[in-house]
């Protein structure tokens, strides 16, 4: 028996990440409604970072999660996989539900679903996560200045 009573069955977990990958399609098509589900992953997002702190790397991730579907709903990084793609979305969809395999009003144990779903994604998109980190970098870079230094 696990020390978390909460945490659910992994094959629970891929089977409802399959599901939402599903209904993914019709957000990843539609950029106004991917755009509105962004909104509503950020503001959750922001809730629980602040009751939950503790776990840095998982919310980056989640971070990197949104800011990469930003990215492609913009049309300003367009290099992934269409099913990469759709694992994305359908994780969000999966976070900002509240009806999922433990609903979102129970304290604490909302988030544990919440967080397994995010967790196997975030593990099978460790590459694409990585190329999107080095776009997003090499795009912050500023270039070297041009300019001369008469001396």
């Known amino acids: ?33 991917s755009k509105e589900l962004l909104n509503r ?3 959750k997002t922001s809730a629980y970072e602040k009751s939950n702190g503790a776990l840095p790397d998982f ?4 971070k990197t999660l949104m800011r990469m579907l930003r990215a492609y709903t913009r049309k300003e990084y367009t290099r992934i996989a269409w099913g990469s ?3 994305v979305i359908g994780g969000i969809i999966y976070f900002v539900s509240p009806i999922d395999l433990i609903p979102d009003w129970f304290p604490l144990a909302g988030l544990v679903d919440d967080a397994a779903i995010l967790v ?4 099978q998109l460790r590459g694409d996560l990585a190329r999107f980190a080095a776009w997003e970098d090499a795009r ?10 008469d001396i």
């Open 1 to 33: 028996m696990s020390n978390f009573p909460y945490q659910p069955d992994p094959e629970k977990v891929a089977k409802e990440a399959e599901k939402s990958k599903t209904r993914a399609e019709q957000y990843a098509r539609d950029p106004e409604r």
């Open 41 to 43: 992953a950020y503001k």
């Open 59 to 62: 919310w980056r991730d989640i």
């Open 85 to 87: 793609l759709l694992s």
């Open 120 to 123: 196997f994604l975030i593990s």
């Open 140 to 149: 912050n870079e500023k270039p070297p200045s041009l300019d001369i230094i």
